[in-house]
């Protein structure tokens, strides 16, 4: 559908609606063009008429916190979707029972669930994403995963039904489900353990100096580049990359960090370029040296 049309069809969503709108500033890279149209949803029956009004006729991509995305430079022939504050809450179901909306940081869900003395969320505390990004992924760390307390999620397909699916009903596995792309996380159900307060946040604690220890953090980067081989090596992939890459290699601004060596970085003004040709040489250094092919955990929208 050409910008005229979804102008006018969009019309009455007044300025929750953006065309050729900046999306450099919304992901942790700092790298990205524009999207055709920018939509923040403010409520379900918005986000409902909205979809209803598209009609399906547009790609869609939901974009939570940024965290674990690249953007490429050219224009998203598509619609951005970034759910508001009335995706961001959460309340006690029962008392170790939380639902969270899917915009919730998963840092404020750990919280949460500190304050309530519900134990099982405290890894939660090291990802920096949102809920709906870690059901997407499976996101986990310290060898705990999503799918570890995750009961069942709410979600609206493209058309703009509601279902609820049980995580019973879910294929996860290392950072990825079986759940479609058509669907658009609402909010989460999560169960974990009544425990006392101090001991959840002395674990938090501890895996907070183990993250600050071992990985980079207040620099533009974008968490870990790719995924830790499954069943080809006993390796982590950061050891792939140690010792089949040279580490101080760089395009443009886009670097690998000292710290962490899956992590790459935007020291300056990378552009999107830049860092995909830094992934894809790392991915064919590692193919040559240990026969590994790498797969990506960042996302990639163009």
Known sequence: MDINQLKEI??????????NHDLKKKNWFNIGGKSKVFYKSKNLRELVNFLKKLQNSEKIFILGAGSNTLISDNLFDGVV??????????????????????????KSLSDFALNNSISGFEFLSCIPGTVGGGIRMNAGCFDKEFKDILLSVQAIDKSGN??????????????????????IFLSASFKGVKSNKIKIKDKMNKLKIEKETNQPSK???????????????KKKVW????????????????????????FFVN????????????????????????GISLEKEIKILK
């Not at 370029?273 to 064919?284: G, H, Q, S, W, Y």
């Open 219 to 233: 620099i533009k980067t974008s968490g870990s580049t790719f995924k830790n081989p499954k069943s080809q090596s």
């Open 267 to 290: 020291k300056g003004q990378a552009s999107f370029e830049d860092m995909n040709k830094l992934i894809d040489f790392v991915a064919k250094k590692v193919l040559e040296k240990t």
């Open 162 to 183: 509601i279902i609820t699916i049980p995580s019973k009903d879910i294929k996860f596995e290392y950072r990825e489900s079986d759940l479609s792309d058509d669907l």
């Open 81 to 106: 979707i970034k759910l508001d504050k009335n995706f961001n809450n959460i309340s006690l179901l029962k008392e170790d029972i939380i639902i969270a909306g899917s915009a919730v940081l998963d």
């Open 10 to 19: 969009l019309s009455e969503f007044g300025d929750s609606v953006r065309f």
């Open 239 to 262: 050891e792939l990359i140690k010792e089949s890459v040279p580490l101080d290699k760089s395009f443009g601004d886009a670097c690998i960090s000292q710290k962490h060596c899956n």
